[in-house]
């Protein structure tokens, strides 16, 4: 069975520094996706990047990057320049299942931004 | 803007209720997720529905059952609650696809607590 881990419940940083978020997943699969989630105080849980395993490059959307290495099984996310509003719970998921979505989440890292 | 909505953000209930949770989504999307999720623990997921009137069985079902009768609207039912359903539970729709990204839409949560 697929597992998804992360192993930093709370992580801090400074604003303006950069730090990166850890998850490793296990599975038999070639082909699937990873993304992670963010969700912040309010509890709306929103995607921040997703990575497909086909894909040799590291998924970018603007201070958001991955570390994407498929034979380690690791799948770390790095949040650059943080600002404030980075201060959220992060999730680590793996989709399981190509036709209905299915997602396995990890155990979620907190991330506490320092002004 | 896509929109996943539940019908409360927190609720109070005694052991031995029925409870009701309910779901809405405004995306046309056919698949549906209840999740909860506990500190430590992340996501886990409790039903999905992939179709109306369909549903499978997730990774915790025991306690819960599910409805749904429209394609918008998914139902979890608690149906004699206790103390160890206290926990968020989170709803989440995504669109049907093999080689989409299946990126799923949360709704806000509801704060369960069972007294």
């Known amino acids: 069975a697929q597992t998804v881990t992360q192993s930093q419940p709370e992580m801090s940083v400074q604003e303006a520094e950069t730090v990166t978020l850890s998850c490793t997943y296990d599975t038999s699969e070639s082909d699937y996706y990873l993304f992670w989630y963010k969700q912040p105080p309010s509890r709306q849980m929103i995607l921040v990047i997703r990575q497909e395993a086909y894909k040799q490059q590291n998924a970018t959307e603007n201070r958001f990057s991955v570390n994407f290495q498929k034979a380690a099984k690791s799948f770390s996310l790095k949040i650059s320049d943080s600002q404030l509003g980075d201060a959220a719970m992060y999730f680590c998921?793996?989709?399981?299942?190509?036709?209905?979505?299915?997602?396995?989440f990890g155990q979620g890292t907190t991330l506490q931004v320092k002004p | 803007d896509v929109k996943v909505t539940q019908s409360s953000r927190y609720l109070v209930k005694r052991t031995g209720e029925k409870v009701f949770l309910e779901c809405v989504q405004d995306?046309?999307?056919?698949?549906m997720f209840w999740y909860r999720q506990d500190p430590g623990l992340g996501l886990r997921l409790i039903y999905f529905?992939?179709?109306?009137?369909?549903?499978e069985k997730g990774d915790i079902p025991e306690g819960y059952s599910v409805s749904r009768e429209k394609k918008e609207r998914f139902s979890l039912i608690l149906e004699s609650a206790s103390t160890n359903q206290t926990s968020m539970y989170l709803c989440a729709s995504t669109i049907l696809g093999s080689r989409l990204y299946n990126e799923q839409f949360f709704g806000p949560g509801t704060r369960l607590t069972v007294l």
């Open positions: 529905s992939y179709d109306v009137k369909m549903k």
């Open positions: 998921a793996y989709r399981r299942d190509s036709n209905t979505g299915k997602l396995i």
């Open positions: 995306m046309d999307h056919e698949n």
